[in-house]
């Protein structure tokens, strides 16, 4: 019978992948391993058990595991830990003079943004004096801070997970089943203090134009918006506590006589996600203890007992439950439709049915909207979907294949979709085969892209409007941290996807084999959120945004200059059409000798002839491969092995094509892994190994910086890291 592609849920528009799990194992296998990077951070440890028993009748396999990976800091790389450069012109530097580095360091500002000045004395120790302008403000001093001094790159984690995989004969034409899987783990990440805007009032203590006479306040010039780190209050840490819990109980067998196969089965999976947020800042309070001066803002490291039992006083600890409870039951049938002359066509079919639940619960204080450094809304929904597919599998030459498959989704909160797909074999000889298939399919918006409310962000951008009504070249823009929120789209339509491959398979002598692939994807309606410079890019080149998409300012500034960006709004939205081509080459080469031992070369190759994309309607399409941060246009891979006696080594060596404009260029990049592995005389296995052996750094050529930078999506960040593990039969 075929192997139904239909079956699978149309969600998979990228494509599924199957895990065998190892059945009808008997013994014990137990497996320790440390990984030590030669740079600081990403030191790992983990160990796993598998028991298993299987009889003529039954079969139970269960594993376990532990996995601890500690976290990278962006102050342990050099590419990423804040810089500070010259001036050109001499003095302070300016904003774009670093990197990692925000104005809010303590930055006071005029309410209407016609001046900038700092606060405090803007200790060098602690802070970073910059020159404006600031935000539109004329050119002017002001106090900055290198959050990238305490963020991480990525977090740390630690995980304990399960697996048990059980069946039972009941009969020779009916077995029972169970997988059963659970995941505790626990991740940690940290920012830098909160930042935030806030107002000091005219006749505050600590408003630097306030007015004292004998002693007494009796008035300030004005209020100013204070730009402020909020430093004496400390880092924001971020835990999550998340577990999943599935379980699949089925059966499988024959109908008696007809010929026909059957697999019914139940699934119920459970996701909690416990996320605790600390230290953050209390909108409401700081703002009353700021004016009244208890809170110093020209200082928040002040150890003036009014100051530390403000700072206590104004923190908060913020709390948020991301909850899917999600029950499916499905019933797949197959078996042989009729005789042809090249053999018997194949069929399967079946029905499935499933049940989602999606709860988010955020903290009182953020569904205010009153915490400065973090925000969000509580959102959930259900939904329910039933399925029906079907496949046929027709031998139409003895040479010559053809699989017709088709899928029908019904969403109760979307609407539904029919997905064909067919696929063809040719293979005129044995040692060649000729494939092609086309198909479409489709994937909904989950529940957190529709019901999901808007949650709060800073992230970088250069507000190029602003910058050209000032005659500011893009180029010379300078880089802020802009408060941006971004969320759910109940309004969301399914992503639909087209695609056509076309490949060959060939074995031309024994041990050699090859494949080329041509693949061509065409994606529309893509769900996505707009980066903050995509948002203010359409707005400069005057392209109406999506609806839900805003980009909110205060007032002009003298001259007719937009205003400053208060915040950003950009919740999911059906924005772009994509396109993907290109080849897939692999080659694989084994060969056995007599007294050297035996030998494998394999070679991967893929190719990305276009990637490009129409960001909205009406836009032209722009090109990445090859040209945009993050998108080269070929990437290789080449692993050779050794196999004598008990020992193997294997070498890889992975290569990423260069890539960028005439202007802004990424480096091609190498990094090679060695692995020597070793099976004892007692049943057991020592593996050694380096990943990174010459230490390669992410690349950040002509003068980009790793805010620029294609970063985890390409580059290895741990450096050369040594890893060595022990595995043990019982």
């Known amino acids: ?253 024959a109908l008696g006589e007809s010929g026909i196969n059957y697999d019914a089965y139940v699934r119920f999976y459970k996701y909690n996600n416990r996320n605790e947020g600390d230290t953050y800042v209390i909108d409401s309070v700081i703002t009353e203890l700021a004016g009244s001066g208890a809170y110093d803002v020209n200082n928040p490291l002040s150890q003036d007992p009014a100051h530390l039992a403000a700072v206590a006083q104004s923190s908060a600890t913020l709390l948020r439950d991301i909850e899917t409870d999600y029950a499916a039951a499905g019933l797949t049938l197959d078996g042989e439709a009729w005789d042809m002359p090249a053999g018997s066509a194949g069929w399967a079919a079946g029905l499935e049915w499933a049940d989602e639940d999606y709860q988010d619960q955020y903290d009182s204080q953020r569904e205010a909207g009153n915490i400065i450094g973090s925000a969000g809304n509580s959102a959930g929904g259900v939904r329910d979907r039933w399925a029906a597919f079907g496949e046929l599998q027709i031998p139409l030459l003895d040479t010559l294949d053809a699989n017709v498959a088709v899928r029908y989704d019904d969403y109760s909160d979307f609407g539904n979709k029919t997905s064909p797909q067919v696929s063809l074999r040719f293979s005129p000889i044995d040692q060649l085969t000729f494939r092609a298939s086309w198909g479409e399919g489709f994937k909904a918006p989950n529940l957190s892209e529709l019901y999901q409310e808007l949650s709060q962000s800073f992230n970088n951008g250069r507000d190029i409007v602003q910058c050209r009504a000032q005659g500011i070249a893009d180029a010379d823009c300078p880089q802020f941290q802009f408060e941006n929120f971004t969320g759910g789209n109940p309004d969301l339509q399914a992503e639909e996807s087209e695609s056509f491959n076309v490949g060959v398979i060939a074995e031309p002598i024994e041990g050699l084999r090859f494949s080329v692939d041509y693949f061509n994807i065409e994606l529309t309606n893509k769900v996505n959120s707009l980066s903050v410079q995509e948002t203010i890019d359409l707005v400069a080149d005057g392209v109406a945004l999506p609806p839900g998409v805003r980009i909110v300012r205060g007032a002009d500034l003298p001259g007719g ?170």
């Open 1 to 253: 019978p075929p192997i139904a592609s239909a079956p699978y849920t149309a969600d998979a528009i990228g494509g599924v992948i199957n895990i065998i799990f190892r059945e009808d194992f008997d013994g014990a296998e137990a497996e320790v391993g440390l990984e030590v990077p030669s740079q600081d951070g990403a030191e790992t440890q983990y160990a796993n058990l598998t028991i298993g028993s299987s009889s003529d009748r039954s079969s139970i396999v269960f594993s376990g595991e532990y996995y601890k990976r500690d976290p990278i800091f962006d102050a342990d790389r050099f590419y990423s830990a804040a810089e500070v450069r010259d001036n050109p012109a001499g003095g302070r530097p300016r904003i774009q003079d670093t990197t990692g580095v925000s104005v809010g360091g303590n930055t006071g500002f005029e309410t209407d943004f016609s001046g900038a000045f700092q606060l405090g004395d803007c200790d060098p120790s602690i802070y970073v004096p910059l020159t404006g302008p600031f935000f539109g403000a004329p050119a002017t001093e002001g106090c900055g801070f290198a959050y990238a001094n305490r963020s991480m790159m990525t977090g740390g984690i630690e995980r304990i997970s399960t697996f048990l995989n059980a069946s039972y004969e009941l009969s020779p034409d009916h077995n029972v089943y169970i997988e059963s899987r659970l995941t505790r783990a626990e991740t940690f990440g940290r920012y830098a203090p909160p930042v935030g805007f806030f107002t000091v009032l005219a006749n505050a203590p600590t408003n630097p134009f306030v007015e004292v006479v004998d002693d007494q306040i009796t008035g300030g010039e004005r209020n100013i918006f204070a730009f402020h780190r909020f430093i004496g209050h400390g880092n924001r840490d971020e835990t999550h506590a998340i577990t999943e819990f599935d379980n699949v109980i089925g059966a499988e067998g």
């Open 561 to 730: 200059v937009p205003g400053v960006i208060d915040f950003i709004e950009k919740p999911f939205a059906n924005l772009s059409s994509q396109t993907v081509k290109g080849f897939d080459v692999r080659a694989h080469y084994d060969w056995e000798t007599d007294n050297a031992g035996d030998f494998s070369v394999n070679i991967d190759y893929s190719q990305i002839d276009e990637f490009s994309e129409i960001t909205l309607e009406g836009q032209p399409r722009v090109e990445f491969a090859g040209e945009s941060v993050g998108a080269p246009k070929f990437q290789a891979a080449l692993n050779l092995r050794w196999m004598y006696g008990d020992f193997t080594v294997n070498t890889i060596s992975r290569f990423i094509d260069s890539h960028g404009t005439d202007t802004r260029v990424w480096d091609s990049y190498n990094r090679h892994d060695l692995t020597l592995n070793y099976i004892t005389p007692w049943d057991g296995s020592v593996t050694l190994g380096v990943r990174n052996i010459a230490d390669e750094d992410p690349i950040l050529e002509n003068g980009t910086t790793w805010e620029d930078s294609p970063g985890l999506f390409l580059y290895d960040v741990a450096g050369r890291t040594i890893f060595a593990s022990y595995k043990h039969e019982f």
